[in-house]
């Protein structure tokens, strides 16, 4: 089976998957942790660029791409997704078609 039909071969990045917890600090303050949810094999594909306001004096820049895992039942929209040195946010997660048990993972990050 070659990469571009599906091989498992094709997914080489491995990713830590995280969700975030958070927690009352003792100033009634609220303090948002990361913990790892899942380790996945994924195949990390660029999207595009788009600009953002972020209310400073530039826009910013927001990156966009997918990555192609096996499916997990853990995966879910909200969470971080660290690939190569990168912290991605997940848009969406959705099924691959027409690939049983693989799913797709819509990312962003803001890029500065």
């Known amino acids: 089976m070659s990469p ?6 094709v ?4 990713a830590i998957l995280e969700a975030a917890t958070e927690a009352e600090t003792v100033f009634g303050g609220r303090s948002r942790t990361w913990a790892q949810v899942a380790a996945l094999w994924i195949d ?4 595009g660029h788009r600009e953002a306001a972020v209310g400073g004096p530039r826009p910013g820049l927001i990156e966009t791409a997918s990555a192609e895992a096996r499916t997990h039942a853990a995966a879910a929209r909200g969470q971080r997704l660290k690939a190569g040195g990168d912290a991605w946010r997940v848009i969406a997660v959705t099924p691959a078609q027409p690939k049983a048990g693989r799913m797709t993972l819509t990312l962003e990050r803001l890029w500065p």
Do not use: C, E, Y
Request: aromatic letters at 0%.
């Open 4 to 9: 571009s039909t599906g091989s498992i071969g």
């Open 44 to 47: 990390l594909r660029p999207g």
């Open 11 to 14: 997914l080489r990045t491995l």
